[in-house]
């Protein structure tokens, strides 16, 4: 068989080298691809992911018998729609179905509407109704003023906005009867005197609040803002739909109050009729240890997620899986090809945080690491309505995967820098470095593409395996600190949860 697999990430480069390993696939084609892609011995093809009419004409002139698409943007514009009406087998859902990962308001609502547990949310279409909301929130504060004023009782403020109103009157001119009036705000018995009415107004908006904003369409990962004060909720609307940082992702907004507990994703291969889980998996989002700093696409993965016991694995297939493939079903949006579950384990179970149509990046190059089976069946079996006749095999070994990113990644950052001492982390046991942010430079004393570059934020998917997690984090990051190149990062915490988690389970 030739297989093609559509994009140039990380998640990209895996699937390429698994489909490699198949005894049934003849040649591998990766459209663009990359500089790890191409070190593999896999044919790199100069074509962009969203250049369909492109990708079908190189489709049927090479004779591709399946084409695997792996970002989520050319699914949402129907390029799976467009293979099959030309004839061609493709792995992923069609438009319609994408539409799961395409719209957050449609997953919502889809969620509603089959009863699948996930976060209350409100959705916005303008940027002062959202302002509103939030502002709306309660902060319970008694604010007074301080000095000769006619406002001699204090004012009891549930909302932020009525807080701020409070400041204003106080601090109003026409208040005043003398020139030394101040705001003095009091939580929970504890009193703070303040100046002006700015820094009032400051301490106002840092009152906690544990909201999640998210815009509505595709947004590379980074569309997501986790608020823990009002303050942070007001500069997310303002990015989102004043600023329009992610374009018309933003046109409309969800905001919905955070769940607490831990993070797991779970992957699964349906049919449409059948569905077969995938080894569990977890996701370090935030750019720094601690899970601090920003939302990114991914800074590194592990698996399998301790977490997840068999009871738990199986409540969610119950309660999540099967509802969302039979709801899209009835809507006649029937889905094929990898479900990605974002679940957050919450003291009233398993919760849906977000639904992706596709490989998780990076969880796919641990959970890929640690499969046995063939992954051109399993895709295959999916395209042909026949999951049913496959049971995949895993290595029961742990595996960590680091993300080493460019510097000043997930803001703006240079391309184009030399990486060095790729061959020698790969010949590590047990070691693969999947390159997601790579491409090729011609060496001129060579006179051919040699050098790999950086180009993209994250660069490298550091990813190894290890009797122990423990020991596969180790062999990870000694892996990533023998590469090279200028300015590169990561956090250093990858899967400390995990060896937390399985210390928790050893009998004392």
Same mark, same amino acid.
């Given at each position: ?17 698994? $489909? +490699? ?33 492109? $990708? ?28 099959? #009406? ?11 179905? &994408? ?101 009032? +107004? ?11 904003? #998210? ?32 374009? +018309? ?35 370090? #989002? ?105 049971? $995949? ?78 020991? &596969? ?36």
């Amino acid at each position: 068989m030739k297989v093609l697999v559509i994009g140039k990430g990380g998640r990209e480069h895996a699937l390429c080298w698994k $489909l +490699k390993q198949s005894k049934r696939v003849r040649e591998v084609y990766c459209a663009p691809g990359n500089a790890g892609t191409h070190f593999d011995g896999i044919q790199n093809v100069q074509i962009e992911m969203n250049d369909t009419r492109g $990708l079908i004409q190189f489709a049927k002139r090479e004779g591709i018998d399946l084409t695997v698409v792996g970002p989520e943007e050319p699914l949402t514009l129907g390029i799976v729609d467009a293979f099959m #009406k030309e004839g061609l087998r493709v792995f992923g859902p069609r438009r319609d179905a &994408a539409e799961l990962e395409g719209s957050k308001v449609f997953a919502k609502e889809l969620m509603r509407q089959a009863g699948i547990p996930t976060a209350d949310y409100r959705l916005f279409r303008s940027a002062p109704d959202a302002e509103h909301y939030v502002l709306s929130r309660d902060v319970s504060l008694l604010i007074r003023s301080k000095g000769r004023s006619t406002l001699r009782h204090p004012l009891l403020c549930r909302t932020a906005s009525e807080a701020m109103e409070a400041i204003d009157r106080i601090m109003d001119p026409r208040e005043m009867l003398s020139p030394n009036v101040t705001v003095e705000v009091e939580e929970r018995g504890v009193r703070v005197g303040f100046a002006t009415a700015a820094e009032a +107004k400051d301490y106002v908006l840092e009152r906690p609040v544990g909201l999640v904003l #998210k815009a509505d369409g595709l947004a590379s990962g980074k569309g997501v803002y986790v608020c823990d004060n009002i303050k942070e909720a007001l500069a997310a609307i303002d990015k989102v739909m004043v600023r329009r940082i992610f374009g +018309k992702a933003g046109d409309r907004l969800i905001i919905e109050e955070r769940l607490d507990g831990q993070e797991t994703s779970i992957l699964a291969f349906t049919d449409g009729r059948t569905i077969v889980t995938l080894e569990t998996s977890q996701d370090h #989002k935030r750019a720094f240890d601690f899970d601090k700093g920003p939302n990114t696409g991914g800074m590194g993965a592990y698996s399998p997620a301790e977490i997840v016991t068999p009871e738990l694995m199986a409540q969610v297939e119950s309660e999540i899986l099967v509802p969302v493939v039979h709801a899209l079903k009835r809507a006649r949006r029937p889905y094929r090809g990898v479900l990605y579950a974002g679940i957050m384990l919450t003291n009233q179970g398993p919760k849906v945080l977000e639904f992706n149509v596709r490989f998780g990046d990076p969880e796919c190059q641990a959970v890929l690491m640690r499969l046995q089976s063939d992954l051109f069946d399993a895709l295959e079996a999916v395209v042909d309505e026949r999951l049913d006749e496959i049971e $995949l095999k895993w290595d029961k070994r742990p595996a960590v995967t680091v993300v080493m990113a460019s510097e000043g990644y997930p803001g703006p950052y240079e391309r184009g820098r030399v990486i060095n001492n790729l061959e020698e982390a790969n010949a590590m046991k047990d070691v693969k470095v999947f390159h997601a942010g790579t491409t090729l430079r011609t060496d001129p004393s060579l006179g051919r593409d040699d050098r790999a570059v950086t180009d993209g934020g994250r660069v490298l998917n550091v990813t190894a395996l290890g009797d122990t997690f423990v020991e &596969a984090k180790a062999r990870a990051y000694e892996a990533a600190a023998s590469i090279r190149f200028t300015g590169s990062w990561y956090r250093r915490d990858i899967a400390d949860r995990a060896i937390q988690t399985a210390a928790s389970k050893v009998p004392v």
